[in-house]
């Protein structure tokens, strides 16, 4: 049973910085891609970010390109997402996610385990 467990969220002022953490249980994490979304009150479910299994290639959504930085560390079996500049738009409760492959994508129907989320708030 694969596990993800997010941590770092909360409240920062617009022009801040938060770094989310998202810890893997269950599965060889090195083996595997993972990812970011996002999903605020009314709105889809987002793509932020995915890295893949070595965390040398790694893409972005468009509204965070420049400000955002996804990384990972599979001795810890640990992916982060670093967020700078933050706008208020950014607020959004943050999910981890891993698809059953190697190879980073985009598409959220994808991936087959989520974390629980973690609330990140921008105040203006």
């Known amino acids: 049973q694969v596990q993800l467990v997010e941590s770092g969220g909360g409240l920062v002022q617009a022009g801040g910085s938060l770094r989310l953490s998202c810890a893997s249980s269950?599965?060889?994490?090195?083996?595997?891609?993972m990812g970011w979304f996002r999903q605020a009150p009314g709105k889809e479910r987002e793509f932020v970010a995915c890295?893949?299994?070595?965390?040398?290639?790694?893409d972005y959504g468009d509204s965070v390109k420049g400000r955002f930085t996804i990384s990972r560390d599979n001795a810890k079996n640990t992916v982060y997402l670093q967020m700078n500049s933050l706008k208020p738009e950014d607020t959004a409760v943050y999910y981890c996610?891993?698809?059953?492959?190697?190879?980073?994508?985009?598409?959220?129907?994808?991936?087959?385990?989520w974390g629980q989320g973690t609330q990140v708030t921008v105040s203006s």
């Open positions: 996610a891993a698809p059953p492959r190697p190879t980073m994508t985009w598409d959220v129907r994808a991936y087959d385990y």
């Open positions: 890295i893949n299994w070595s965390g040398r290639r790694s």
């Open positions: 269950g599965r060889t994490f090195s083996s595997y891609a």
